[in-house]
């Protein structure tokens, strides 16, 4: 009702029975879980509603210990699905040869680049000595 956009569509005043749409979020407050953490994501960088974000703070009574329950029983079998040696071995096999063939090309390109730039230097310092004025020709 307050909006720009509608102007002072409800014909209400301007005094301070005015409500001004605060993010009641952003006052400090213990964040502590996933759920509380979700609820600060959504608020802050998502901008939820007000509505979504009074859903979520009055479900948070009711939902927050079993969806942390969940969230954590789900981290830790990814964490042991990743966490076998058999990956684990393959993990470092593939880290040690990106960056060796890494290492490498860098050594190419540093050698070949060495080269390249004593010439640049060797051209670039025949021009700078070069006599002003001395054209060439009878």
């Not at 952003?26 to 939820?48: N, P, Q």
């Not at 009711?62 to 684990?88: C, G, P």
Request: charged share 20%.
């Amino acid at each position: 009702l307050f909006n720009e956009l509608y102007r002072n569509n409800a014909n209400l005043s301007d005094g301070p029975e005015r409500k001004h749409n605060s993010n009641c979020f952003v006052e400090m407050m213990a964040v502590d879980g996933m759920y509380d953490y979700m609820m600060y994501v959504g608020r802050v960088v998502f901008r939820i509603p007000d509505w979504l974000h009074h859903i979520l703070a009055a479900g948070r009574i009711l939902f927050k210990n079993t969806f942390e329950a969940y969230m954590d029983q789900y981290m830790q079998s990814k964490l042991e699905a990743i966490v076998q040696e058999h990956r684990v071995v393959s993990l470092i096999t593939q880290l040690r040869g990106t960056t060796l063939r890494n290492l490498q090309t860098l050594q190419q390109k540093f050698s070949s680049g060495v080269g390249q730039n004593e010439t640049n230097r060797r051209k670039l310092h025949a021009h700078h000595n070069k006599p002003q004025g001395v054209t060439g020709g009878p």
